[in-house]
């Protein structure tokens, strides 16, 4: 079973603030996917890595997929409190199935 | 704006009770799961489905059964609910096909069984 770690689990920070959450794996996946989650909802996708290297911004969100695309980052710039949310990763295999594994999730709380 | 529904959005049920939660989508996706979750906490596949007549258990082992009749509806169900089975069940769909396995999930459904 390929294992996702994120890092840090919590985070609770105040608005305005910058902040980088990692997604790291000692598995090779052929993309890589963020989700976020409010309360009471179910996960919606932020984005998708796909290549090495690649980098991604969504507004003040920017997503970097490693080179050996083994480890992903979310970096959010100047954080609001509508930022709040889980993040999840998850990394989907190059095989037939393509079968997702979803990370634990970072629970960040933004204060006002 | 993803089209998957799930039903009741809570439920609360006594223990030995036997309930079938609802997840239905129009996007005509192939792929279809159910994980359980603990609020804000990670997810844990615990079904999923490639297609009509296709079921699979996950990672997480689970007391839950669940049936593909049709394309678009998924639904799982608990035979005699316990306590343990307290937990939000959320369900998803994706497409198939190479670089087209975006999850789309619905609200859930928060059970707790007294």
């Known amino acids: 079973t390929q294992l996702l770690e994120q890092s840090p689990q919590f985070l609770s920070i105040q608005e305005g603030e910058n902040l980088t959450v990692y997604c790291n794996s000692s598995s090779v996946f052929s993309s890589l996917q963020w989700y976020r989650q409010e309360p009471g909802e179910g996960p919606v996708l932020l984005v998708t890595?796909?290549?090495?290297?690649e980098v991604k911004k969504l507004k003040r969100l920017t997503f970097q997929f490693g080179d050996a695309r083994k480890d992903s980052s979310l970096h959010i710039t100047a954080a609001q409190p509508g930022d709040t949310g889980l993040y999840l990763c998850a990394g989907v295999d190059s095989g037939g199935y393509q079968k997702v594994t979803f990370g634990i999730g970072t629970k960040l709380q933004v204060i006002p | 704006e993803a089209d998957i529904y799930q039903t009741p959005r809570y439920l609360v049920i006594g223990t030995g009770k036997k309930i079938t939660l609802e997840c239905s989508q129009t996007?005509?996706?192939?792929?279809m799961y159910w994980y359980q979750q603990d609020p804000g906490m990670e997810l844990h596949l615990i079904h999923y489905s490639y297609g009509v007549n296709s079921t699979e258990k996950g990672d997480l082992s689970s007391e839950s059964t669940v049936s593909r009749i049709r394309t678009e509806h998924f639904p799982l169900t608990l035979e005699s609910a316990r306590p343990s089975h307290t937990s939000q069940y959320l369900c998803?769909?994706?497409?198939?096909?190479?670089?087209?396995?975006?999850?789309?999930f619905g609200a859930g459904t928060r059970l707790s069984v007294l």
């Open positions: 890595v796909v290549t090495g290297g």
């Open positions: 998803a769909s994706s497409e198939s096909g190479q670089g087209k396995n975006i999850q789309y």
């Open positions: 996007m005509g996706h192939d792929k």
